[in-house]
């Protein structure tokens, strides 16, 4: 339980931590001006850096969140989730088809055709903005389309992103066509 | 009644509930046709195939427009929260919408409120809500993947995107002991159809069954083939079929449409559903199926 919460709240998963109070309560503001349902907590102490305020978010928003703090230039020290690990998974594997390489990251996967570098299939996730990111990658290069985290707004977006920008770079590097 | 809740990707796509069709292109619900795309257009398409095969009634969908903002699934989440006791399905499916955990706990306090529970199928970020806040165990079926059963056995995880790299890491022969982990710490609903190389039932945290074949490995690169498991599945409990051979049914079924489908990673998620059939029919044919289910019309 995050400190500053009454025992029958459920925490979402997620703080952001920041350096001073003033940036705390302007992260506040804005994410609320934007819809996200947040508040003011005290970090665990376990978790506890800068200043002794923070927001409590729902962790899977991180992506959508990210991106809206730092188009305000709104600034704070770092999220993390309030249990657990305090890093994303960065590992990704790699499969081929033979005609199609298959890049993994977390629970998220892009295929790619070798020829031409055309996103054929992007699998796995569960968050809402996935099926919105397959329809929007399916069928176009992956040199002539957005990150996935700039128009995302989950954690599986941010994954989704891990496997785009491997696949990128296994595409610029001939990786799988030779 | 089958229901199936989810989120599709068109912002504009209000909250709507009603019997959904799937003509081979298109999924349709309310005079609406949307994109059979991956997700849980993807699963309620499959859901149709097959209750149709079987003469059920047609599974309803509550589906609305979310891109990812939560709006919509939160309207969803509040739907459900008022209106599942008087809903009261028979099979009620949770697939992609927003995890909120809190939102997750009243839907499932208020399903608990049907006149006859209703049997609780999670998929997707669904079940990221529930293993998270810790309503597993009043989950009557996950069917996580491989990277997301890595989830369900870390106890600290409350999204795939952060659990330990290790059990990441871990290799299809390790679902078992992933499984039991997950069930000891309560991140496992009563059965888990693990869906991969190897499609694996679990019953409290015990490994009863498994599908290895026809092996297709493009599957896992089709968009919206974990879905179809789900959807088959959903659709069988909801005919009368026993958990585990409708696990086992559902597992074998989704392999055998990519192999009518001829799937390649370059397959789409609708070919897939549009040889459901074909799958059922060889399973029929040969006396795979060997149990009818009850008088499926009559099913409420």
């Known amino acids: 339980m995050v ?13 952001i ?12 503001r804005l994410l609320m001006s934007a819809g996200y349902e947040v508040r003011l907590v005290a970090p665990p102490p376990a978790l506890r850096k800068g200043c ?3 927001v409590e978010i729902n962790l899977v928003e991180q ?3 990210e991106r809206l703090l730092a188009e305000k230039k709104a600034g704070y020290l770092e999220i993390v989730p309030v249990k657990g690990r305090g890093t994303l ?10 005609e199609a390489v298959m890049v993994k990251a977390g629970n998220m996967k892009l295929t790619f055709e070798k020829e031409s570098g055309t996103v054929v299939n992007v699998s796995g996730g569960g968050c809402p903005d996935i099926p919105y990111l397959h329809a929007y990658l399916i069928g176009k290069k992956l040199t002539e389309v957005r990150r996935p985290k700039e128009y995302g707004y989950t954690l599986c977006s941010l994954m989704l992103d891990t496997a785009f920008i491997e696949s990128l770079d296994i595409w610029k590097n001939n990786g799988g066509r030779s | 009644m089958l229901l199936v809740c989810g989120a599709i990707p068109d912002e504009d796509f209000p909250l709507t509930i009603g019997p959904a069709a799937f003509d081979g292109e298109s999924l349709l619900l309310d005079g609406k046709a949307l994109s059979c795309t991956q997700g849980t257009a993807a699963l309620v398409g499959a859901a149709c195939k097959v209750t149709a095969y079987l003469g059920a009634a047609a599974p309803r969908a509550l589906l609305v427009g979310d891109r990812g903002t939560g709006k919509g699934s939160r309207s969803l989440y ?7 006791p008087s ?6 499916v949770l697939h992609y919408m927003l995890p909120v955990m809190g939102l997750m706990k009243r839907v499932v306090e208020s399903s608990e409120r049907c006149p006859r529970k209703p049997v609780l199928i999670a998929d997707a970020a669904a079940m990221y809500a529930a293993k998270a806040a810790g309503l597993a165990l009043r989950f009557d079926i996950f069917t996580p993947d491989h990277s997301e059963m890595a ?8 999204h795939p995107a952060y659990v330990s790299r290790h059990l990441f890491e871990s290799n299809g022969a390790m679902i078992p002991k992933l499984a039991l982990a997950a069930h000891r710490h309560g991140g496992a609903a009563k059965m888990l159809l693990v869906k991969g190389a190897t499609d694996y039932i679990v019953e409290d945290g015990r490994v009863v069954g498994s599908v290895s074949a026809p092996e297709i490995p493009a599957l896992e690169a089709i968009g919206g083939t974990g879905d179809t498991v789900t959807g088959i599945l959903g659709a069988f409990i909801y005919a009368g079929y026993e958990f585990r051979e409708a696990a086992n049914l559902a597992a074998r079924i989704n392999r055998l449409s990519g192999l009518h489908a001829a799937a390649t990673p370059f397959t789409k998620i609708r070919q897939i559903i549009a040889a459901i059939p074909a799958a059922l029919e060889d399973c029929f044919r040969s006396n795979f199926i060997t149990q009818q289910g009850p008088d499926v019309g009559d099913l409420s």
């Open chain 1, 52 to 54: 002794d305020l923070a």
């Open chain 1, 17 to 28: 931590l920041f350096n001073n109070v003033e940036e705390a309560i302007t992260a506040e």
């Open chain 1, 63 to 65: 992506t959508g969140i």
């Open chain 2, 78 to 84: 509040e739907y459900l929260i008022r209106n599942l």
């Open chain 2, 151 to 158: 989830f369900l056995a870390d106890p600290e995880a409350s």
């Open chain 1, 3 to 15: 400190f500053g919460l009454k025992k029958k709240e459920q925490s979402e998963g997620g703080i």
């Open chain 2, 87 to 92: 809903i009261s399905p028979r099979v009620l």
């Open chain 1, 89 to 98: 998974l960065g590992v990704v594997k790699v499969t081929d088809f033979g």
